[in-house]
């Protein structure tokens, strides 16, 4: 037995490399990435600007409390530019975005002026108000998104907003799936009695893209030797990462394992978690190689405790883990100290704090506690029964 974060430490010290960088336009770059840091070439915003519709002006001589009358010298669109210079009691009428003029460090809102023909009576107001300096979002010279940054819509914005239209990012690793078992068939095909169909196979490949790679669809492969053999080989000729489920519980382990003794390497470990306890971590010639449990919940996740954070150093990526928080148990959870367990919860924000209860019945082939979760419950090892009221750590499921 081994303990889950003593299997996630082999599991990534086996990951030595990473992807290759590719370059992609901007406007495809969700969820990729970056391969390189990102720096900025300019000031964002490239020069001071007006924060508002309204008027410019020199603010130094407004008495304090005072009014004063300006000129309005001449209009200003956004992205345009007043070439000439400001003298005293003389305004400009800007828009939100357009330039400071010189001889201006203070924009009147629009709301607060009395406008009468070319002139403006205005109240006082704080010097610098309403003006955006030039380089306060991004100074020249600053990397912006450092190397290993998941592009969230933020990120492409403001890769936008550097005038980028392509980014270096990382190249999806490609992950082979297979669903191994002569009890598995295919949906939308006749299923012979004692059979089940293959859930594992569409759940890792969507498992599998969320995490930021690309799946290929190797099917379902019959407990045969030779042909689990061929199918492995097969799959790993153009493969990052190979995954299989099914085959790895005491008992009949022994063909993956034997398989991959013959065509690889592997590591058989009983890791100390429930469920999903019996999982493979091998090579088949340069691919990683990940054979998981066959039931659908061990299934899902040890992908997500093992897989996951393979994919993640793959790609490069900074953050290998999610983030759990704590939240209040609405109810008593039974858990055996000595392994880590993870439940199926159902998260909730009261209106002052957090709190989780089950799904339910959290048996390990009971896949549709998946569906009514939205987060994991996770038990440390030393931890025991837990009583309503008490607090335990929870991770949201993500995007998926
Ligand atoms: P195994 O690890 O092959 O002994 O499988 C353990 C359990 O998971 C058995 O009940 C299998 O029927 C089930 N199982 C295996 N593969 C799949 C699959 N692809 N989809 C759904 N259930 C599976
Ligand atoms: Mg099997």
Redesign the pocket.
């Known amino acids: 037995m081994i303990s889950v974060s003593d299997g996630q430490t082999h599991v990534l010290a086996q990951v030595t490399t990473v992807t290759a960088p590719e370059l992609i336009s901007l406007g495809t770059g969700l969820g990729r990435v970056t391969a390189e840091d990102v720096r900025s070439s300019t000031d964002v915003p490239p020069t001071d600007n007006s924060a508002v519709d309204g008027y410019a002006t020199e603010a130094t001589d407004i008495p304090v409390g005072g009014r004063r009358e300006l000129r309005v010298v001449a209009e200003l669109a956004a992205g345009a530019l007043f070439e000439g210079a400001l003298g005293p009691g003389e305004a400009l009428r800007i828009m939100t975005g357009a330039p400071m003029p010189a001889g201006a460090d203070t924009v009147y809102p629009q709301e607060v002026v009395e406008r009468d023909g070319s002139r403006v009576v205005v109240p006082p107001i704080a010097k610098g108000a309403n003006v955006r300096r030039r380089g306060e979002d991004v100074r020249a010279g600053a990397v912006v998104l450092p190397a290993g940054t998941v592009l969230r819509p933020q990120e492409l914005g403001v890769a936008a907003s550097l005038g980028l239209s392509q980014l270096l990012v990382r190249q999806k690793p490609r992950v082979a799936i297979l669903?191994?078992?002569d009890?598995?068939a295919e949906p939308g095909d006749e299923r012979k009695p004692g059979q089940?169909?293959?859930?594992?196979?569409f759940a890792l490949r969507g498992l599998v893209e969320a995490s930021g790679a690309v799946a290929r669809d190797h099917g379902?492969v019959a407990d045969v030797y030779d042909e689990l053999r061929g199918r492995l080989l097969d799959a790993a000729a153009s493969a990052d990462v190979v995954l299989t489920?099914?085959?790895?519980?005491v008992?009949?382990?022994d063909l993956v394992k034997a398989v991959l003794q013959d065509v690889g390497a592997i590591d058989f470990w009983q890791v100390a978690m429930q469920p999903g306890r019996?999982i493979a971590v091998g090579r088949i010639g340069p691919a990683h190689f990940f054979g998981l449990?066959?039931?659908?919940v061990a299934?899902m996740l040890t992908f997500h405790l093992f897989v996951r954070p393979a994919i993640c150093k793959l790609l490069g990526r900074r953050e290998l883990f999610g983030t759990p928080f704590r939240a209040v148990a609405t109810q008593s959870m039974r858990k055996k100290i000595g392994r880590r367990e993870f439940k199926r919860g159902i998260l909730t924000y009261t209106g002052e704090h957090w709190e989780v209860g089950t799904t339910g019945p959290q048996g390990s082939?009971i896949l549709t506690s998946m569906t009514q979760a939205n987060c994991l419950i996770l038990f440390e090892e030393d931890r025991g029964d837990v009583a309503p009221g008490e607090t335990v750590w929870v991770e949201p499921f993500g995007a998926v």
């Not at 489920?245 to 519980?249: A, F």
């Open positions: 669903s191994t078992g009890e598995v089940i169909y293959d859930s594992n196979r379902i489920s099914g085959g790895v519980s008992g009949d382990y019996p449990p066959g039931n659908p299934c082939g």
